[in-house]
């Protein structure tokens, strides 16, 4: 099972690092702690609540839970949980999980738009709360699976980054496990025994992208252990000059202008010219 001190050395060691490197809590803060009953955000609200103990900020934290309407769902589970570690604490109740079934068709992946729904509803309860930052439990292996999630299949290189202010200015969300691995918090939650809640709307949904994406993170990580590691630092070391973004390059005083090697007017292949080569550089 894992000695659950040294899991959570290691858990708080790391969250500390990212709160340092991203600035993600300061002094005066009011936090947010999404929970939402699985192993993540049980996890996040407990390492937040020890590194409190010590900080050299002063800040609070506000344990949310969302109760999204699925039959059955066991909030006072979650709410027992909160009263038992002594966390401030707000319990919300909103029926997305009927619009989810109505708005995607059967068999299509749920997760967009209920996360889309959820982050609304958390956005507007954080504003109501007076809570100026909003922290989600995401660690290292949602960051690189969603960094080749957007590569393989949006053709984007992006992934959740650590602190995030949202679209219309309100709130600021910040992610403080992004450095911690899956696996350290799969065995300190399971020692720590926190009354884990499985999401029955989209955690029996067959063949998702991200499913697959972390099946071959496992197949690649078996045969080289550091691959994980190695795609959360290439976050961090990003090298602009050896990418294909003309946008960014020019920022960057790399490009621009006419191109001498086109006609005048003519435009470039671009994207089409990049879909149609194959990885050997001939044309499809």
């Given at each position: ?24 809590v300061?002094d ?14 049980y996890?996040?609200l ?17 344990a ?45 992946t749920t ?94 949904q067959?063949n ?5 994406v ?12 550091a ?6 630092n ?38 089409e010219?990049?879909?149609a080569?194959?990885?050997?550089g001939?044309?499809?």
């Open positions: 099972m894992g000695d659950p001190k040294k899991l959570e050395r290691r858990l708080l060691r790391a969250t500390a690092e990212a709160i340092r490197d991203f600035d993600l300061a005066g803060d009011s936090i947010l702690v999404a929970v939402s009953g699985g192993k993540d955000s996890t996040l407990h390492v937040l609540m020890r590194l409190r103990e010590r900080a050299p900020a002063d800040f609070e934290l506000v949310v839970n969302l109760d999204q309407g699925q039959p059955g769902y066991p909030a006072g589970v979650v709410e027992d949980h909160f009263r038992s570690v002594g966390v401030p604490y707000r319990m919300l109740r909103k029926d997305t999980y009927s619009v989810v079934r109505r708005l995607v068709p059967e068999g299509k997760c967009p738009v209920c996360s889309r729904l959820r982050r609304g509803i958390l956005y507007n309860a954080a504003v109501e709360m007076g809570c100026n930052k909003i922290a989600l439990g995401h660690h290292r292996e949602d960051l690189v699976e969603t960094l080749l999630l957007s590569a393989l299949y949006s053709g984007a290189l992006k992934s959740m980054p650590p602190r995030l202010r949202s679209d219309d200015g309100r709130n600021i969300v910040i992610r403080p496990l992004c450095y911690a691995a899956e696996d350290d918090i799969a065995a300190f939650a399971r020692a720590m025994r926190f009354p884990i809640v499985p999401c029955d709307l989209c955690g029996a067959p998702l992208r991200r499913r697959r972390k099946e071959l993170l496992a197949q690649l990580s078996a045969e080289h252990p691959v994980k590691g190695n795609l959360l290439a976050l961090g070391k990003v090298v602009p000059s050896h990418l294909l973004d003309r946008g960014l390059l020019a920022r960057l005083g790399e490009a621009g202008g006419p191109d001498p090697w086109l006609d005048e007017g003519e435009e470039p292949c671009g994207e010219a990049l879909v080569l194959g990885s050997d001939q044309r499809n």
